[in-house]
């Protein structure tokens, strides 16, 4: 079964430094990669995602990722954070064959900026 | 176009209460989901409705039933409230044919006491 792994619950970065967020998945086959982003009390909101084409997509806010499949990897970057990308984010994939149109989610990363 | 919307925003129930989370979307999405939101788990489905007049368990259906009452909505009810199911719940929507991504609405924070 497909899984996603983020590496760390939380990444702590100062303001103005990269932002590198980790996420790897478990299929052989690409499959439909997502980022979404949530603010405090909120609901999650598609940041980026990446189903065909080019490997570098960029997203909302300054964010890309890029699609690595030879390392299975779908890692999110910001070169400079700002204050108010302070939020937890989740990295999802979905199987293109999927009928039912599933996500399968990974465990999402709390992004800590310092000033 | 409001996307997808939940009531009630907030709920406190006591154990053993009753209750129906609802969910409207108005993106014609043909798929609806409903998950729960604990901390340090991620997000976990509960059920989804792959299309109108179809409902599946997800990954931690015990306690919950399900309605899709119509294209539009789709409703979450706790028979029997439990401690346990204090949580967020969201509720999500996606575009069959398209490439898969939800959308989200704001969520209903529950306590059961």
């Known amino acids: 079964a497909q899984s996603v792994t983020q590496l760390g619950s939380h990444v702590s970065v100062s303001e103005g430094a990269l932002v590198l967020l980790r996420c790897n998945y478990s299929?052989?086959?690409?499959?439909?990669l997502f980022w979404y982003v949530q603010y405090p009390n909120q609901g999650l909101q598609l940041l980026l995602k990446?189903?065909?084409?080019a490997t570098l997509v960029k997203g909302i806010n300054g964010f890309e990722a890029e699609f690595k499949k030879s390392e299975t990897s779908f890692h999110l970057t910001k070169p400079s954070a700002h204050m108010s990308d302070a939020a937890e984010y989740f990295c999802?994939?979905?199987?293109?064959?999927?009928?039912?149109?599933?996500?399968?989610w990974g465990a999402g990363t709390k992004l800590i900026i310092k000033p | 176009n409001a996307g997808v919307t939940q009531t009630p925003k907030f709920q406190v129930l006591k154990t053993g209460q009753s209750m129906t989370l609802q969910c409207a979307q108005d993106?014609?999405?043909?798929?609806m989901y409903w998950y729960r939101q604990d901390p340090g788990m991620g997000l976990r489905l509960i059920y989804y409705s792959a299309s109108e007049g179809t409902t599946d368990k997800g990954e931690v259906p015990n306690g919950y039933n399900v309605s899709r009452l119509n294209k539009r909505e789709f409703s979450l009810r706790l028979e029997s409230a439990a401690p346990s199911q204090t949580s967020v719940y969201f509720c999500?929507?996606?575009?069959?044919?398209?490439?898969?991504?939800?959308?989200f609405g704001p969520g209903t924070r529950l306590t059961v006491t």
């Open positions: 999802a994939v979905s199987d293109r064959e999927d009928s039912n149109y599933q996500l399968i």
């Open positions: 993106m014609n999405h043909n798929s």
């Open positions: 299929s052989s086959v690409p499959p439909y």
């Open positions: 990446y189903t065909t084409g």
């Open positions: 999500a929507s996606t575009r069959t044919g398209g490439s898969y991504e939800q959308y």
